[in-house]
């Protein structure tokens, strides 16, 4: 019954313990919260910060931050009832830490260094693992965090570009990344190290990623927006013509640097990055909204094929759509076709399922089907 997900509660763990597990997801102007006892989400909350609560903090490294978003979690428990001694334990999500293999890492006192320091970059998401340690702190109960976004499983040859002083680094959505290639796992009866999966994250940054039997080979920098050009971001561009823009006197330095990553994109291309006024403005047969809609899906399933080649030989066995715009039907049905000549499948996963792959990392822990690992910092 437990195995084809028919097990009914009881009012005893007698044989299936359910962990309760804190997940904090800090967003620059949210932070979401979520309690699970084992795979069941039992409270959550996205705590929206207003600008006027911000203001503050303005100009200031985010850790800054720190005690108002832990008395806004501390709060939420004590609407729920809860406190830290209800827990088994508690994940963040990860920051900008130096590059590491996938997994879930206990937030030991080097890491907790590094997210207060922001050695690759000053990130809300820095602020998970600071959170989470200290919320445990002196009960013995583990602070987690999973996946983070400077996962880093790339190999040497395929970082390296035609110029010597310039190395591509490796920023992604792996938590969702990792998790969607898990749950298709799941479904298939079988286990991530033993599929070849390509998963493509779609929201406001895209990340496209190659995932070989447990390995995540290879994948764009989402955060400097190397890829597709998105919603938000730019995308690859003719290096040539970038360099030109950058030396014409048009734009700013930092003008340039927004293009690139928050004015760029649809923004720039139609105004705006709201797929679901967009998707309305392409059934509806507008000419200039569909054009565009179909470039970005075009390149998009031209990185996933792309990928073929980090997979040396083998056979791909699906590719996976998940984040927010995978709920446009135009841009998935685009890339469905576009692809269609890989001869394996596409499957789609609507949404983000960060805040239940947080909990998962840690539930796999602590019921032993997965050994923490440590952080060691820079290589």
Known sequence: MYKYGQWEETPKDTFFRRYRVLAINPGS????????????????????????????????????QFAFRKDAILAFLAEGGLGVADLDAVAGRGGLLWPLEHGTYHVNE????DLAQGVQGDHASNLGGLIARELVAGTGKPAFIVDPVVVDEVPDFAKITGVKAIRRKVISHALNQIATARRYAEEHETFYERINVIVAHLGGGISVGAHVKGHYLDVNNALDGEGPFTPQRSGSLPVGQLIELCFSGKYTRDELKKLNKGR????????????????????AGEAEVIQVMDAMAYQIAKWIASLVPAFQGERVDQVLLTGGMARCRPTVDYIRKAIAAMGCGLTVYPGENEMFALAKGALRVLAGKEAPKDYHGRA
Request: proline share 3%.
């Open 29 to 64: 102007t949210s932070t979401k919260i979520a309690i699970y006892e084992g795979d069941k989400e039992r409270a959550t909350q996205e705590l929206q910060h207003a600008a006027e609560e911000l203001l503050p903090f303005e100009g200031q490294p985010i850790t800054s």
């Open 110 to 113: 080097r890491m907790a260094d």
């Open 264 to 283: 760029g994109g649809l923004i720039d291309l139609l105004g705006t990055a709201d797929l679901r006024a967009l998707e309305g403005r392409y059934l």
